[in-house]
């Protein structure tokens, strides 16, 4: 299911703050439209791309449960925002701000998804990355893919309800 | 539906042929134009439709074309974000997650305009329902107030019916117990009554009593009086047989003398002789008559000494009979002095049973004021259960009244 990822190199890329990078995937969640900012900043071309699971940018840094509740969310025809770090071509990282939406016909079926991702502030990442890392080290503990998703996943949603937030108002409160 | 077309630019090759190769790379070009421009065509006509999902894919290079397609599709990604970003805002909004505000970075001009006024529109709405949640909380609150004064009502309406409840089965049990207690005080007085009398007849046997007693009183003084009298005759028979005594020692002398002289007289008439005869016969009689007295006299000592010792004796026993009658006098005397008391005694039984008469009559006419009071609040608590229900009944009332102002407001 995973592409051959890169070797993370450490190195961050950025983009400027009045820039959205823009993908639209089918239903499965390959890649159908990616706009230029999206191919400069991950290094692709657009042939590259096109028809590519939307996950080669999947950065191994980002906890799984992350994704799991994207899906879910997305899925069940709502829209979710995220922070997420992602991985260039080159495995450079990036971070961005995601929103992520389906996209419906007019009898309101799902007929893909749509992704506009903004440059976060560097004080959100600052409070996001101890967040993601508490779920990485969570999932770590586990060898089964399913438990540690299902683990980091309550550790998740323990740490919501201890500040009494949902997900969505967490996101835009970070 | 969104298939990706290439737009393929061609490098051209020989100098000859150049011409030919510059005609047909034009053709080749004019025809990627038009194949473009449809694209470009359907495109901005699925837009003009309200689908923003088509894109021009396949654009290489850095030609106007490719530049004009980049251009579009970013027209097409700016609105696309617009109309998905302020429809989940204002839906957001809706749903009272005033949070959700547009995010402004990438959009630009008119975009950025009308999504800083979506999120002022925002700001306000979440301000009012803010304001109309306290104004909720607090009519909610009024409601719980209003509904706990009617509930207290309510059960300031139970209690003030328990109350009376229990006050009116006081009041009954009271009006029994009065009626219970006026018999019984009919039968205390019947019982009293009956005392009295019976104390007065316990009056009348001592006055009784009383008059015996001093009639034994007086018949003993009367006894004792015949007792000292009785003294006195044994005293002047003693007397009397002491006089007697004497007279008949005299008698006995002179008998004894007679006697004598009889026996001269008789010696002398013997010496007489015959002249003497009728003197001998009378000596002889004086002699025999002075024997009959000397025996006489002899009968007489004996009587009078048997009346003596007979006179002795009744003196002792009325020596007897007088202290046996003072005894008498002694009880007789106690006797009145225990009459005394019980006279006395009786008279306070009867002051008492009187006082406890009276008593008796006072309590009969508490009881029966009692029981009237009994029957006034009988009656008067009748009222108040009445008024106890209609209390509950509109505690009900309000209660309903503020479910429903409640239901209301929460349906809003």
């Known amino acids: 299911m995973h592409a051959i990822a890169a070797t993370p190199t450490g190195v961050e890329r950025t983009f400027h703050e009045d820039e959205i990078i823009v993908t639209k995937t089918d239903v499965k969640g390959r890649i159908t439209y990616a706009n230029p900012v999206f191919l400069r900043v991950a290094g692709y071309t657009e042939k590259e791309v096109l028809g590519r699971p939307h996950n080669i940018i999947r950065h191994p840094d980002m906890p799984r449960c992350v994704f799991k509740l994207l899906w879910d969310t997305i899925e069940a025809k709502r829209e979710i925002f995220a922070y997420v770090l992602n991985l260039a071509k080159n495995g450079d990282h990036y971070w961005v701000f995601a929103h992520v939406t389906p996209t419906f016909d007019a009898q309101r079926n799902i007929v893909g998804y749509h992704s506009n991702r903004r440059l976060p502030t560097p004080e959100s990442v600052a409070a996001i990355k101890p967040v993601y890392r508490m779920l990485l080290e969570e999932e770590s503990r586990y060898s089964n893919k399913q438990d540690a998703m299902k683990a980091s996943t309550a550790l998740l949603l323990k740490t919501l309800a201890a500040k009494g937030l949902e997900y969505d108002e967490f996101a835009f409160a970070v | ?412």
């Open chain 2, 1 to 412: 539906m969104s298939s990706p077309s290439a737009l393929i630019v061609d490098n051209a090759h020989g100098p000859e042929e150049a011409a030919v190769d510059e005609q047909n790379a034009l053709r080749a070009e004019l025809a990627g134009h038009r194949q473009w421009m449809q694209r470009a065509l359907y495109v901005l006509e699925q837009a003009a439709q309200g689908n923003l999902e088509e894109r021009l894919l396949g654009c290489e290079g850095d030609s106007d074309l490719v530049r004009l397609s980049h251009a579009l599709n970013q027209t097409l990604d700016l609105t696309d974000a617009f109309v998905r970003e302020s429809g989940a805002a204002l839906d957001a909004a809706a749903h009272k997650k005033f949070y959700r505000k547009v995010l402004l970075r990438g959009l630009l001009g008119s975009f950025r305009h009308a999504a800083t006024l979506i999120n002022s529109a925002t700001d306000k709405m979440s301000v009012q329902s803010a304001a109309l949640a306290a104004s909720e909380a607090e009519q909610k609150q009024l409601a719980g107030i209003v509904a706990e004064v009617a509930s207290s009502v309510a059960s300031a309406a139970a209690t003030v019916e328990a109350t009376a409840q229990s006050l009116k089965q006081s009041a009954d049990s009271t009006a029994d117990q009065a009626s219970s207690v006026a018999t019984a005080s009919e039968v205390t007085s019947e019982i009293v009554q009956t005392v009295a009398a019976a104390t007065e007849e316990l009056s009348a046997t001592a006055a009784e009593i009383e008059r015996l007693a001093r009639r034994s009183a007086q018949i003993a003084e009367g006894a004792v009086l015949g007792v000292e009298r009785t003294n006195a005759t044994v005293g002047e028979l003693a007397t009397a047989q002491t006089k007697i005594g004497s007279v008949v020692k005299t008698i006995s002398e002179v008998a004894g003398q007679t006697n004598l002289l009889a026996l001269n007289a008789t010696i002398e008439a013997a010496r007489a002789g015959q002249a003497g005869k009728g003197f001998a016969v009378v000596a002889a009689e004086v002699k025999s008559l002075a024997q009959q007295t000397a025996s006489a006299t002899e009968s007489i000592h004996s009587e009078v000494s048997a009346v003596q010792s007979a006179a002795v004796a009744s003196g002792t026993a009325i020596v007897e009979i007088g202290k046996t009658i003072r005894g008498m006098d002694e009880v007789s005397k106690s006797i009145l002095l225990a009459i005394d008391e019980q006279r006395v005694a009786t008279r306070q039984i009867g002051e008492n049973i009187q006082q406890a008469a009276t008593a008796t009559r006072d309590v009969s006419r508490n009881i029966m004021g009692l029981n009237t009071a009994a029957q006034q609040t009988s009656g008067a608590v009748d009222g108040l259960l009445r008024a106890a229900g209609e209390l509950s009944g509109l505690g009900e009332t309000l209660k309903a009244s503020v479910q429903q102002l409640l239901q209301k407001s929460r349906v809003s």
